[in-house]
């Protein structure tokens, strides 16, 4: 009798926990190990900005699955765990705590991490990240003390969080960057008049500059920008998007460029290793080229379908469907995520 | 309403300074106003191997017994901490060393890959932070102490005052213990974010202080001293030698002496001899000891000499498992020896008791002239708790119970026949009170006779002076739980009564007709408490921590009654969890 394949799947996102569903679907009989540097369970992101603000809220109130889940799965779910290394040719993941655990087939599922700007890398421990539920549970310990938060890009994610915030008084500013409304493509006029409309709701918006050093200012932070203008503010944080979480691949000879590379089935450039969702960098046969992707559904499909590949089918890998997205009271369509609304709390 | 119940436990390698943590922990938990009770688990081994568990219950209302589920669980060595999991509640945390000393783990050798999916795993560098504060690695148990403290949210300045306290016998070591500390603390202040709602944290001060943490050992060497023991006879065994090692300091500055003697036959033997000259004395052993006193606790039956011994019970038979807790030498306490040889068998159910009855048991022993055995248990005797010492009855203890010169002067029958079952002791030398100590029955004058009246007179004054010892001395059993009828009583002695009392209250509590009785006194004790506790129960629960139910088969062979025996020799203490478990079992039963 074969003995039951080990899929071990690094990351526990979307991606990563639609994965290992569908592999547990289709075979009772594997070990399934997810191996993850986050400190939380798969939850609803969406939820995390209420969550900041509510204070009865727990974070296990977001969880898509309650822990049992993972035992009647028979899911071994490793959180706080960092992977820092593959070794390919051996079938191994080495993890920060000198454990290396063996795999038979191997998905990365890293998602993304918010994009830290160069010009702030030597800052980056003064900044604040809204990203994971670890990073809403930190912030969500200090937030009685913030009074004013200043947003350095003004990504979507900013937006959420200011949608969070604006009614609790927290009072806000956003230095737009060149990543200003990421994920979401608009030209000029729109940008001009989602900023106005930010304005309208009583945050300051410094447009056309870019926040270049944080520093300590007593009990308080002094954000600096380009074109000379100084904010005292509580709370700097990052909002300049995001970007695939994928610097721990480092040696493992698997192709990487923004985002792992991978082939229209999903599978990496080493045998035995996938990868998908934030992570991935996909080749689309219908673009001939290779896209990030973003959001939620398109990680769970992108999950779904790699858990046939690794089992040993060749679907192949949809542009996502389009979203529709709601800001300020207008409507856009975009790539990646899920049709959402900013416009709730108007 | 306890807000704070929770246990903790440090698992290691015997060498990786586990116990040691456990009782830094144990002793600062309560020096911060919480209740605790703490035991450790260790190999028989003296060093170098082999699995070492502290564990520690931790509350803000009295405890009696282990939880047996942990909330915490600080590894040390994670090979042997995996084998604690089972125990863990499913939302556990587990603090672990994620940097050890080995270049790489295997899965099974790392415990992050092992837990459930609702536990919280923490890592910090235990070894390298060790090896950064002290140049040694020596000090990670500390690391961990640091780090546990720095995230339970525990007062961190009094943890390092009781630090202080722990060392201050050794102040070139404070220093390095402190930064030790301290890395932990810092380590998880800059490193680690906490997920978990476990806190011990205190916002107002704790009655607790008038409390003292002792083990049984401890408060039993205690109630020797206060009740003006002179002589502790002993040979090294576990678990009694600590009480043997505390006596050899302290009996000194009090006027005594301790004596390590070459067996347990030796120890019977000198304490026999020194107490039937007038020095209060005393032994200490375990069942594989008790086993060689046994031709000495016959003599002294019959020479109606004032012994008293600590058997402090372990899994058995022979060596066994000398380091693991059980009480299965209730029979041998109870009935070893030829003929019929009537005793006083003492069970203390907490370390207050250990104090008490030894001071007690000293007492008894003299007044009644037999002796009297204590039975402990490995649990009792390591277990350190909070308690408050009652005071010994110490003029009972001083109260002249040898005839007077005038009496004597009357006329002296050492063996003289009474109500009471008591005879006139005198020791050698006093002018009139002449007589001759044997193991030989004897007749009302002292001279060895074996005719059959009188051997029928005095096997009766033997039996005799236990039912005054019954009347003037021995309290009757206690109840506990509900009032009146019950669907269930439990019955206990011994360390397993903290348990018992712990899951009938919680059964009680939640509305369930179920009472408990605590026999402290297991020979002789008073029938009628324990004749009405049985008629008002329909079905009664032993729980024992033997084989076949020594207690219950005890209390069968005086009562017509059938008892539901719940039985482990599992090699660790019963819980109230288990015990609170059975009883509903038992009560969710169909009939």
């Given at each position: 009798?074969?003995?039951?394949?080990?899929?071990v799947?690094?990351?526990?996102?979307?991606?990563?926990?639609?994965?290992?569903?569908?592999?547990?679907?289709?075979?009772?009989?594997?070990?399934i190990?997810?191996i993850?540097?986050?400190?939380?369970?798969?939850?609803?992101?969406?939820?995390?900005?209420?969550?900041?603000?509510?204070?009865?809220?727990?974070?296990?109130?977001?969880?898509?699955?309650?822990?049992?889940?993972?035992?009647?799965?028979?899911?071994?779910?490793?959180?706080?765990?960092?992977?820092?290394?593959?070794?390919?040719?051996?079938?191994?993941?080495?993890?920060?705590?000198?454990?290396?655990?063996?795999?038979d087939?191997?998905?990365?599922?890293?998602?993304?991490?918010?994009?830290?700007?160069?010009?702030?890398?030597?800052?980056?421990?003064?900044?604040?990240?809204?990203?994971?539920?670890?990073?809403?549970?930190?912030?969500?310990?200090?937030?009685?003390?913030?009074?004013?938060?200043?947003?350095?890009?003004?990504?979507?994610?900013?937006?959420?969080?200011?949608?969070?915030?604006l009614?609790?008084?927290?009072?806000?500013?956003?230095?737009?960057?060149?990543?200003?409304?990421?994920?979401?493509e608009?030209?000029?006029?729109?940008?001009?008049?989602?900023?106005?409309?930010?304005?309208?709701?009583?945050?300051?918006?410094v447009?056309?500059?870019?926040?270049?050093?944080?520093?300590?200012?007593?009990d308080?932070?002094?954000?600096?920008?380009?074109?000379?203008?100084?904010?005292?503010?509580?709370?700097?944080?990052?909002?300049?998007?995001?970007?695939?979480?994928?610097?721990?691949?480092g040696?493992?000879?698997?192709?990487?460029?923004?985002g792992?590379?991978?082939?229209?089935?999903l599978?990496?450039?080493?045998?035995d290793?996938?990868?998908?969702?934030?992570?991935?960098?996909?080749?689309?046969?219908?673009?001939?080229?290779?896209?990030?992707?973003?959001?939620?559904?398109?990680?769970?499909?992108?999950?779904?379908?790699?858990?046939?590949?690794?089992?040993?089918?060749?679907?192949?890998?949809?542009?996502?469907?389009p979203?529709?997205?709601?800001?300020?009271?207008?409507?856009?369509t975009?790539?990646?995520?899920?049709?959402?609304?900013?416009d709730e709390?108007? | 309403?306890?807000?704070?119940?929770?246990?903790?436990?440090?698992?290691?390698?015997?060498?990786?300074?586990?116990?040691?943590?456990?009782?830094?922990?144990?002793?600062?938990?309560?020096?911060?106003?919480?209740?605790?009770?703490?035991?450790?688990?260790?190999?028989?081994?003296?060093?170098?191997?082999?699995?070492?568990?502290?564990?520690?219950?931790?509350?803000?209302?009295?405890?009696?017994?282990?939880?047996?589920?942990?909330?915490?669980?600080?590894?040390?060595?994670?090979?042997?901490?995996?084998?604690?999991?089972?125990?863990?509640?499913?939302?556990?945390?587990?603090?672990?060393?994620?940097?050890p000393?080995?270049?790489?783990?295997?899965?099974?050798?790392?415990?992050?890959?092992?837990?459930?999916?609702?536990?919280?795993?923490?890592?910090?560098?235990f070894?390298?932070?060790?090896?950064?504060?002290?140049?040694?690695?020596?000090?990670?148990?500390?690391?961990?102490?640091?780090?546990?403290?720095?995230?339970?949210?525990?007062?961190?300045?009094?943890?390092?005052?009781?630090?202080?306290?722990?060392?201050k016998r050794?102040?070139?070591?404070?220093?390095?213990?402190?930064?030790?500390?301290?890395?932990?603390?810092?380590?998880?202040?800059?490193?680690v974010?906490?997920?978990?709602?476990?806190?011990?944290?205190?916002?107002?001060?704790?009655?607790?202080?008038?409390?003292?943490l002792?083990?049984?050992?401890?408060?039993?060497?205690?109630?020797?001293?206060?009740?003006?023991?002179?002589?502790?006879?002993g040979?090294?065994?576990?678990?009694?030698?600590?009480?043997?090692?505390?006596?050899?300091?302290?009996?000194?500055?009090?006027?005594?002496?301790?004596?390590?003697?070459e067996?347990?036959?030796?120890?019977?033997?000198?304490?026999?001899?020194?107490?039937?000259?007038?020095?209060?004395?005393m032994?200490?052993?375990?069942?594989?000891g008790?086993?060689?006193?046994?031709?000495?606790?016959?003599?002294?039956?019959?020479?109606?000499?004032?012994?008293v011994?600590?058997?402090?019970?372990?899994?058995?038979?022979?060596?066994?498992l000398?380091?693991?807790?059980?009480?299965?030498?209730?029979?041998?306490?109870?009935?070893?020896?030829?003929?019929?040889?009537?005793?006083?068998?003492?069970?203390?159910?907490?370390?207050g008791?250990?104090?008490?009855?030894?001071?007690?048991?000293l007492?008894?022993?003299?007044?009644?002239?037999?002796?009297?055995?204590?039975?402990?248990?490995?649990?009792?005797?390591?277990?350190?708790?909070?308690?408050?010492?009652?005071?010994?009855?110490?003029?009972?203890?001083?109260?002249?119970?040898f005839?007077t010169?005038?009496?004597?002067?009357?006329?002296?029958?050492?063996?003289?026949?009474?109500?009471?079952?008591?005879?006139?002791?005198?020791?050698p030398?006093?002018?009139?009170?002449?007589?001759?100590?044997?193991?030989?029955?004897?007749?009302?004058?002292?001279?060895?006779?074996?005719?059959?009246?009188?051997?029928?007179?005095?096997?009766?004054?033997?039996?005799?002076?236990?039912?005054?010892?019954?009347?003037?001395?021995?309290?009757?059993?206690?109840?506990f739980?509900?009032?009146?009828?019950?669907?269930?009583?439990?019955?206990?002695?011994?360390?397993t009564?903290?348990?018992?009392?712990?899951?009938?209250?919680?059964?009680?509590?939640?509305?369930?007709?179920?009472?408990?009785?605590?026999?402290?006194?297991?020979?002789?004790?008073?029938?009628?408490?324990?004749?009405?506790?049985?008629?008002?129960?329909?079905?009664?629960?032993?729980?024992?921590?033997?084989r076949g139910?020594?207690?219950?088969?005890?209390?069968?062979?005086?009562?017509?009654?059938?008892?539901?025996?719940?039985?482990?020799?599992?090699?660790?203490?019963i819980?109230?969890?288990?015990?609170?478990?059975?009883?509903?079992?038992?009560?969710?039963?169909?009939?």
């Open positions: 009798m074969a003995e039951a394949l080990h899929f799947i690094v990351g526990n996102g979307p991606a990563g926990n639609e994965a290992a569903a569908a592999l547990r679907g289709q075979d009772p009989k594997a070990r190990t997810i993850s540097a986050a400190a939380t369970h798969y939850l609803r992101p969406e939820k995390l900005a209420a969550f900041l603000v509510q204070p009865r809220h727990r974070l296990k109130d977001l969880y898509i699955h309650p822990y049992p889940w993972y035992e009647e799965q028979r899911i071994q779910l490793r959180l706080n765990q960092t992977v820092n290394r593959i070794a390919p040719e051996q079938k191994y993941v080495y993890l920060n705590h000198k454990e290396r655990v063996r795999y087939r191997l998905l990365l599922v890293t998602g993304a991490r918010p994009r830290v700007p160069e010009r702030l890398a030597s800052l980056s421990s003064l900044l604040t990240r809204f990203a994971t539920g670890a990073d809403a549970l930190l912030l969500k310990r200090g937030i009685a003390r913030v009074k004013h938060m200043t947003m350095l890009g003004g990504d979507c994610i900013a937006l959420e969080l200011a949608q969070a915030l009614p609790q008084g927290v009072r806000l500013t956003f230095i737009l960057d060149e990543y200003r409304f990421w994920p979401l608009f030209d000029e006029g729109v940008k001009k008049r989602l900023a106005d409309s930010l304005e309208k709701k009583g945050i300051e918006v447009r056309d500059d870019l926040a270049v050093s944080v520093e300590p200012a007593s308080e932070l002094l954000v600096k920008t380009r074109g000379g203008k100084e904010v005292k503010t509580d709370r700097a944080c990052l909002s300049s998007g995001m970007v695939p979480a994928v610097d721990f691949l040696s493992a000879g698997i192709d990487t460029q923004l792992v590379l991978v082939d229209d089935h599978q990496t450039s080493q045998p290793i996938w990868a998908a969702g934030e992570c991935a960098q996909v080749y689309y046969s219908e673009l001939k080229d290779y896209r990030c992707s973003t959001g939620s559904v398109n990680a769970e499909q992108q999950g779904r379908l790699v858990a046939q590949n690794m089992l040993g089918a060749k679907e192949t890998v949809k542009l996502p469907e979203g529709r997205v709601t800001i300020a009271g207008e409507h856009f975009t790539y990646g995520w899920k049709g959402f609304s900013l709390k108007d | 309403m306890r807000k704070i119940d929770l246990t903790v436990e440090i698992c290691g390698s015997a060498g990786d300074g586990t116990l040691a943590a456990g009782e830094i922990l144990t002793t600062t938990l309560a020096f911060q106003g919480f209740h605790v009770l703490s035991f450790d688990s260790y190999p028989a081994e003296i060093r170098g191997f082999g699995k070492c568990v502290a564990h520690v219950r931790v509350s803000d209302q009295p405890v009696h017994s282990l939880s047996g589920t942990v909330d915490i669980l600080i590894s040390l060595d994670d090979s042997y901490s995996i084998q604690q999991l089972p125990t863990l509640q499913p939302e556990a945390v587990v603090l672990f060393d994620n940097q000393l080995a270049p790489v783990l295997e899965e099974d050798q790392c415990i992050a890959g092992h837990l459930g999916p609702g536990m919280i795993l923490y890592g910090a560098p070894h390298e932070l060790s090896q950064q504060a002290t140049a040694s690695g020596r000090s990670r148990n500390l690391v961990a102490l640091g780090a546990f403290a720095a995230l339970f949210e525990m007062n961190l300045e009094k943890f390092l005052e009781s630090l202080r306290q722990k060392f050794k102040p070139r070591v404070v220093d390095e213990v402190a930064a030790a500390f301290n890395a932990g603390v810092d380590y998880v202040a800059g490193n974010l906490k997920l978990d709602e476990f806190s011990f944290r205190r916002d107002q001060e704790s009655e607790t202080a008038a409390y003292e002792l083990t049984g050992n401890e408060a039993a060497a205690r109630g020797a001293i206060d009740a003006g023991c002179k002589l502790y006879a040979y090294p065994i576990t678990p009694t030698t600590k009480i043997m090692e505390i006596l050899s300091e302290e009996l000194p500055r009090h006027g005594g002496i301790v004596a390590q003697v067996d347990e036959i030796s120890a019977i033997g000198m304490v026999s001899g020194a107490a039937a000259v007038g020095v209060r004395a032994t200490g052993t375990s069942g594989p008790l086993c060689l006193m046994t031709e000495f606790i016959g003599w002294d039956i019959m020479a109606e000499v004032p012994v011994i600590i058997d402090s019970q372990r899994g058995g038979p022979a060596t066994g000398p380091t693991k807790t059980e009480q299965s030498d209730l029979y041998m306490a109870l009935f070893a020896g030829n003929g019929d040889a009537p005793r006083i068998v003492v069970a203390p159910t907490n370390a008791e250990c104090h008490y009855w030894v001071a007690e048991a007492y008894l022993a003299e007044k009644f002239q037999v002796p009297v055995i204590i039975l402990m248990d490995l649990f009792l005797s390591n277990r350190n708790e909070n308690v408050i010492l009652k005071p010994v009855p110490q003029e009972k203890l001083r109260a002249n119970l005839p010169p005038e009496e004597l002067a009357k006329g002296y029958l050492r063996q003289a026949l009474s109500e009471r079952g008591v005879s006139p002791r005198t020791l030398g006093t002018e009139n009170g002449y007589w001759v100590i044997s193991g030989l029955e004897q007749d009302i004058y002292g001279t060895p006779v074996y005719d059959a009246k009188n051997h029928t007179n005095m096997t009766e004054k033997r039996f005799t002076k236990l039912k005054t010892a019954l009347a003037e001395d021995i309290p009757p059993a206690t109840r739980g509900c009032e009146g009828k019950a669907d269930l009583g439990v019955m206990s002695w011994g360390s009564t903290g348990a018992a009392i712990e899951a009938v209250e919680r059964a009680a509590a939640e509305g369930r007709k179920v009472a408990g009785l605590k026999q402290l006194v297991l020979n002789p004790f008073h029938r009628e408490p324990v004749a009405r506790f049985l008629d008002d129960c329909k079905q009664v629960l032993v729980p024992e921590l033997n139910g020594q207690f219950a088969h005890w209390m069968g062979m005086h009562f017509s009654r059938e008892f539901l025996r719940m039985n482990q020799v599992t090699a660790r203490p819980t109230h969890t288990e015990i609170y478990n059975e009883i509903r079992k038992v009560l969710e039963q169909k009939p």
